[in-house]
């Protein structure tokens, strides 16, 4: 049962050509070496998604001004187009066929805690490669360091709106603007302390008025911009930042203490073990991860480990509800070498997988606020997502070449999981493609 567990809870799902982790120990083995499913199915960084953004815009009000320009506009959006649905397509490539399931969900993971949404301008489909170049890099390493690299981001300063603020006696903040709070607010709340965590609306503005120079020059490359930061020290939790003279390592120095707070720590382990383990995770597993992560100055491989040690991270049953991104994963990996995600032919990829995962309720990159993507089954369990996983089960068959017997199917995607009711309904269905499709459906595949 553990390799399964293994596979199911902490990766993407059991395929029938990868054999699934044995263990604790193997699944931490994985995160050594290369990142080779990002070596196998590259994507494209943000700096180059950026520019054609930017061309995508200058186009645009150039068709504006002069007919004549619309179809270099044209060509430019559906290149956009393509790179939208083609890094879902990378996504769920590396999901199926890698052989280190648990960095394909730490990556969701941590994508998912420092989110920003595909939106307009900067962030037109260029968030992909803010995940590949500021996530993906560091969730191995000290979380300090992806800390930092989150919230220094471009894509991060352009969501939270840090490219308006402005320290209200800064040279810039004198002749009209203000600050803004949203990033202060939600580094707060969402990526270092937690909601109720140890902070008040003071220390909100005091880290609002430090993070000012926070920004971005046109062409969207970061930049800190002394002329608008707000003089003096700041005073955060307590602790002094900064002073006459605008200093940017004083913005990294906070970032840094709150990466070794203690509520950070408690915040972001029982933020991990709700999203891998239970929605209730034991108080002793919490309090387990927290110290490994304060004893270790907030490296983050020692907190896994922590978390894949608890005897609870083995329990048999299965608490939580694959979200739809995860669903379609495992369901892909299930068919292993018999399933090609055609790389040119982006329309299947959309009315496959992207118009899908949609009508299941999670758009591709696009999570309604700050706050990411639920955790709790009801918002997955409705009505209508239940009803695009089943139409989405019972068409994935189809896909398969060649089409394997329901009866196989079902050990592959399920192992030991599958309960009697399912195995029966694998041997007494009416063709191949229906009885996958009722393996795909039963509740026991659509949970981890």
Same mark, same amino acid.
């Given at each position: 049962m553990t390799p399964t567990l293994a596979a199911i809870r902490f990766g993407t799902g059991l395929s029938p050509d990868i054999a699934p982790p044995a263990d604790a120990a193997a699944v931490m083995a994985g995160l050594d070496g290369e990142d080779a499913a990002a070596q196998a199915y590259p994507l494209e960084g943000w700096v180059s998604r950026l520019a054609t953004a930017r061309e995508f815009g200058r186009l645009r009000r150039a068709r504006d001004d002069d007919p004549t320009k619309d179809e270099a506009f044209r060509e430019i959006r559906r290149a956009q187009t393509n790179a939208y649905h083609d890094s879902l397509r990378q996504t769920l490539a590396r999901a199926a066929r890698t052989e280190d399931g648990f960095r394909e969900r730490l990556h969701w993971f941590w994508a998912d805690h420092f989110t920003v949404a595909d939106g307009r301008g900067y962030l037109y489909h260029t968030v992909a490669g803010y995940h590949e170049d500021a996530i993906r890099p560091h969730i191995t390493g000290h979380f300090a360091d992806l800390l930092i690299a989150a919230v220094t981001h471009p894509a991060m300063l352009v969501y939270l709106d840090q490219t308006?603020?402005?320290?209200?006696?800064?040279?810039? =903040?004198?002749?009209?603007?203000?600050?803004?709070?949203?990033? /202060?607010?939600?580094?707060?709340?969402?990526?270092?302390?937690?909601?109720? =965590?140890?902070?008040?609306?003071?220390?909100?503005?005091?880290?609002?008025?430090?993070?000012?120079?926070?920004?971005?020059?046109?062409?969207? /490359?970061?930049?800190?911009?002394?002329?608008?930061?707000?003089?003096?020290?700041?005073?955060?939790?307590?602790?002094?930042?900064? =002073?006459?003279?605008?200093?940017?390592?004083?913005?990294?120095?906070?970032?840094?203490?709150?990466?070794?707070?203690? /509520?950070?720590?408690?915040?972001?382990?029982?933020?991990?073990?709700?999203?891998?383990? +239970?929605?209730?995770?034991?108080?002793?597993?919490? /309090?387990?991860?927290? &110290?490994?992560?304060?004893?270790?100055?907030?490296?983050?491989?020692?907190?896994?480990?922590?978390?894949?040690?608890?005897?609870?991270?083995?329990? &048999?049953?299965?608490?939580?509800?694959?979200?739809?991104?995860?669903?379609?994963?495992?369901?892909?990996?299930?068919?292993?070498?018999?399933?090609?995600?055609?790389?040119?032919?982006?329309?299947?990829?959309?009315?496959?997988? +992207?118009?899908?995962?949609?009508?299941?309720?999670?758009?591709?990159?696009?999570?309604? =606020?700050?706050?990411?993507?639920?955790?709790?089954?009801?918002?997955?369990?409705?009505?209508?997502?239940?009803?695009?996983?089943?139409d989405w089960s019972m068409g994935f068959g189809a896909w398969l070449d060649p089409q394997p017997d329901p009866r196989d199917f079902v050990e592959v995607a399920l192992g030991p999981l599958a309960s009697p009711r399912t195995l029966f309904a694998a041997d007494a269905a009416e063709d191949r493609a229906a009885g996958i499709g009722l393996i795909l459906a039963t509740p026991e595949f659509q949970r981890r």
């Open positions: 308006r603020s402005m320290g209200p006696n800064s040279p810039r =903040g004198r002749n009209g603007g203000g600050l803004n709070e949203n990033l /202060a607010r939600e580094l707060l709340e969402l990526h270092t302390l937690g909601v109720g =965590g140890p902070y008040n609306q003071g220390d909100v503005g005091q880290l609002a008025e430090l993070l000012t120079g926070l920004s971005i020059e046109k062409e969207g /490359a970061p930049r800190f911009r002394r002329q608008i930061v707000e003089p003096g020290a700041e005073v955060v939790l307590g602790r002094s930042y900064g =002073g006459d003279e605008p200093d940017r390592d004083a913005i990294l120095q906070a970032l840094r203490d709150l990466s070794v707070h203690p /509520a950070t720590a408690r915040h972001i382990c029982r933020k991990l073990a709700v999203h891998f383990v +239970t929605s209730e995770p034991p108080e002793d597993m919490v /309090a387990t991860m927290s &110290a490994a992560w304060l004893a270790n100055d907030g490296a983050l491989r020692p907190v896994y480990a922590a978390m894949l040690d608890h005897p609870a991270a083995w329990a &048999a049953d299965l608490h939580k509800v694959r979200r739809p991104l995860e669903f379609v994963a495992a369901a892909l990996r299930a068919g292993g070498a018999a399933l090609d995600l055609p790389e040119e032919r982006r329309k299947l990829i959309r009315d496959r997988l +992207t118009k899908p995962l949609a009508d299941m309720g999670q758009i591709w990159l696009r999570p309604s =606020g700050p706050d990411g993507w639920p955790e709790d089954p009801e918002a997955w369990i409705t009505p209508q997502g239940l009803a695009a996983r089943l």
